[in-house]
């Protein structure tokens, strides 16, 4: 019985279903299961086989193992089981997910759903929309895989009672249905929390579309406004990269159609609940937009409802990236010649070989071992090391029976290998100075590794100190600020805001004493110009520390001299700086800033170098443990005079022009612009690079995988070890090289891992040159290369910036995280 599965029986159960990779094959009445080797359609390889309890027509979630299917025989899997409710990844390309409703085939020509997104409010806490599609009759709606609704609009409020798990994460899918049809099923992941807010450690997907309703008076011709008809609810950006402009809304019952606004004037009118716009809409070009709908019926409208949605040439929602656009300027290949008169400030302290801590850890078989082991070879000498994250997130790492990491959270490592063969790979959870039993695998490795060193450390000087008068708390995290200007600003010159979402997902600013207040109009208070905006930023003098309670995408502006103004938006939204317009309140504030998600005493955040730099931080994560802790420091190194006369020494011809009086601008914000003098400026390496690989195979690891790729025509096909799938690459431009997106920000995860990678090795240099992709000292080397970045990663704390969106590839940007931090510590400079 060389497919033969069993698990434990359930009481009262009426049988099991059985799935593959998350597609129903069979049903059984006992707890045992003899499947059929027809049932691994892809041929051998990997499989998920899961279970799922049935009784009373209704199934539980899935129970799954992952198991390899060598075709004959079966293989030893090092996968342990794992209860989860398995749904496809949020993705609007058509997981492997099958509907298992009674009579309803599926037919992959039936195009899946498309724009899914959670679009509640308090009004409608479980609601949920998607791109309604032409040609089809109704779309099932599943929780966990069970069909709980069918409906004919494209969006559904559920009822409370569909989450029967009670409060946890669950996966929403809906699928397409035209005759007795349907397609796969799109699905994303939704955290139940009680209250139709998902509770959840990960930051909001970041978005513009902030609702706001307002009682202006629709400007189609012919129609009066009639109070009495029910303005939409819900309206919502819904969209994504094959649907740049879609909005989406709760449908209103007994109207005839709905009426879309942007910026009050009428552009189209609709049967549905959802529109995708043309970009033509948005004639005063990138920048904020109101998006407006209101119900129509027969020769009357409601009021409108409307979002702030934030057009950027691309469809994307504004954030540290900057607009697309479509180069025109001839290239420039200049290598850089200029001789910098201010030596490099990079701190590179001595570093002495890696040792293992001395923790003595004893085996505790009733600790739950570790789950979802996947090793890979990362590059020659490297392995990549991921795994699941259970409900006891602490971990040791060993390596060939070497504990390499000791107490950390689940992550993806990257780890050298000193010997060339055969490598044996194993995790254990740790709790206290106790261990699991170790889940292990092997895996054949070529090439040998760099002997790992104790990581390099911040200089002393250059550490931000913890303020002898706050202490430490146990339930929060302290964010000290300190003036290290020289006596350039006093304390009461330095200026601090603090926006984010709560613990409810509410948009609130923080006050000086680390109370989360709620955003409202009422409170733009301040006027500047004839505007008025929100009173929620103090001065260093009023408090230079706050203890942080949970705060959900937070921003921290920190200026000198006034002020960053920012205007709530009703009670979602917020108007903050756009340097991209001259007349902004903000356009001549010197400020900075950094994003973070705090959620008690874990701390995700950094500071970023992506749009422009103004003046010199240093920041400082601290955090204790029982196996070391965590203190690590990034930022600026130098004065802000040094960096800027350093930046204009030492930086090619092209990059010059980058300098401003108050700031040093991002390429794609000032001459690499479409159109601009730089605008063509990585083309002629575009192109070496096509040439290149259109005749040879590009071969690279990261940890999504081991790829070959070729160029064909505009496009580069991937495929990956252990996967069948093709994936697709465009041809990029210049912007999209610099700001990481268009070519290089569209397609499904896969692809987008591949983009990364791609496009982190165009602004280093190294694109033609794989073998230098994750060696950071052989970056910025060629003669085209992002040298705004290069310049900042020179001149800062180890190396570590934010220089453009995908820094973060090898670790190279400015991220700090911990789950058990005590503070983070700025020091503000000049």
């Known amino acids: 019985m060389p497919y033969h599965f069993a698990w434990a029986a359930v009481d009262g159960a009426d049988g099991y279903n059985v799935y593959i990779d998350g597609v129903y094959v069979t049903k059984v009445t006992e707890n045992v299961a003899d499947l059929d080797a027809s049932m691994f359609t892809k041929g051998a390889g990997e499989y998920t086989v899961g279970v799922a309890t049935v009784k009373e027509n209704k199934t539980s979630a899935i129970t799954s193992i992952k198991y390899t299917y060598d075709g004959g025989v079966q293989a030893t899997t090092t996968v342990a089981p794992v209860t989860t409710t398995v749904a496809p990844v949020a993705t609007t390309v058509a997981p492997v997910t099958t509907p298992s409703v009674p009579g309803q085939d599926v037919d992959e020509s039936i195009k899946a759903p498309e724009g899914l997104v959670w679009a509640g409010n308090t009004d409608l806490p479980y609601y949920f929309a998607w791109a309604k ?240 082991l996947d090793v890979s070879q990362a590059s020659v000498g490297y392995v990549n090391i991921v795994w699941g994250r259970g409900s006891i997130d602490c971990y040791n790492v060993y390596v060939d029976g070497e504990r390499r990491r000791t107490g950390i959270s689940a992550q993806a490592l990257r780890l050298p290998v000193y010997t060339e063969g055969t490598h044996t790979i194993a995790i254990t959870t740790v709790v206290g100075k106790r261990e699991s039993e170790r889940l292990e695998t092997q895996i054949q490795i070529t090439g040998i590794g760099e002997k790992e060193t104790e990581p390099e450390t911040c200089p002393e000087e250059l550490k931000p100190q913890l303020k002898e008068n706050v202490p430490l708390r146990d339930d929060r995290i302290a964010i000290e600020l300190n003036n290290k200007t020289n006596g350039k600003y006093s304390d009461s010159e330095i200026y601090w805001c ?25 409170l733009n208070t301040v006027e500047v110009n004839g505007t008025k905006y929100a009173n929620i930023y103090h001065t260093l003098a009023e408090s230079d520390h706050v203890y942080a309670p949970t705060i959900r995408s937070g921003r921290m502006y920190l200026s000198y001299g006034k002020p960053v103004y920012v205007k709530f938006v009703g009670s979602t ?222 001149h800062s704390v180890l190396g570590k910036a934010y220089g453009f969106c995908y820094d973060d590839v090898n670790d190279q940007s400015t991220l700090l995280q911990y789950d058990k931090a005590d503070a983070l510590v700025i020091d503000l400079k000049w």
């Open 133 to 372: 599609a032409d040609g089809i009759d109704s779309y099932n709606v599943y929780v966990d895989g069970t069909l709980v609704a069918n409906v004919v609009d494209g969006s559904v409020n559920l009822n409370e009672s569909v989450f029967t798990k009670g409060s946890g994460e669950y996966a929403i899918g809906i699928a397409a249905v035209k005759g007795n049809k349907t397609s796969v099923i799109t699905s994303i992941k939704y955290t139940y929390a009680g209250s139709g807010q998902p509770a959840t450690t990960k930051a909001p997907e970041p978005s513009t579309a902030k609702p706001t309703d307002v009682t202006v008076a629709p400007t189609a011709p012919g129609q009066d406004v009639d109070e009495s008809i029910k303005a939409p609810e819900g309206l919502v950006w819904a969209g994504n990269t094959n649907l740049p402009y879609y909005f989406a809304w709760a449908p209103v019952v007994d109207v005839d159609s709905y009426n879309v606004y942007v910026d009050g004037a009428y552009v189209t009118n609709v049967s549905g609940n959802s529109v995708n716009l043309e970009k033509s809409v948005f004639t005063k070009g990138s920048g904020e937009y109101t998006v407006g709908v209101a119900a129509v019926k027969g020769n009357k409208v409601s009021n409108i409802t409307s979002v702030k949605y934030t057009y950027t040439g691309d469809g994307a929602i504004t954030t540290t990236k900057a607009p697309e656009a479509q180069p025109t300027a001839a290239p420039t290949t200049v290598a850089p010649t200029a001789k910098p008169t201010v030596a490099p400030t990079t701190a590179k302290p001595t570093t002495k070989p890696k040792e293992t801590t001395t923790i003595a850890f004893t085996t505790d078989s009733s600790i739950e071992k570790p789950f979802g």
């Open 573 to 794: 939204g917020y108007a903050g700086p756009d340097l991209n317009n001259p007349g902004d309140v903000n356009a001549n504030t010197l400020f900075e800033f950094a994003e973070f998600t705090i959620e008690g005493k874990h701390y995700w955040g950094n500071t970023t170098r992506v749009d422009y730099f103004c003046f010199p931080m240093i920041t400082r994560l601290i955090g204790g443990s029982l196996y070391g802790g965590y203190d690590n420091v990034v930022g600026d190194v130098g004065t802000r005079d040094e960096i800027f006369n350093a930046f204009k020494n030492e930086v090619p011809n092209e990059y010059k022009s980058l300098v401003r009086d108050d700031r040093i601008i991002a390429p794609c914000k000032s001459t690499f612009n479409v159109g601009k003098t730089n605008g063509n400026y990585f083309d002629n390496y575009i192109n070496e690079f096509w040439n290149k690989y259109a005749n040879e195979d590009l071969r690279f690891s990261s940890e999504s995988g081991s790829f070959v790729g070729r160029v064909v025509g505009n496009q580069m096909r991937f495929t990956r070890e252990g996967d069948s799938t093709v994936y697709y690459v465009d041809k990029p431009n210049t912007q999209e090289v610099l700001e990481g997106k268009g070519a290089f920000d569209r397609g499904n995860g896969v692809e987008k891992a591949i983009e990364a990678q791609l496009c982190a090795a165009f602004n280093r240099g190294v694109a033609t040159e794989p073998d230098k992709w994750y060696t950071p000292s052989k970056y910025y080397k060629n003669s085209v290369a992002n040298f705004y970045a290069g310049f900042f990663h020179e």
């Open 498 to 522: 603090i926006v984010g979402n709560n613990e409810n997902n509410q948009l609130c600013y923080m006050d000086k004493g680390g109370n989360m207040i709620p955003a409202s109009e009422s």
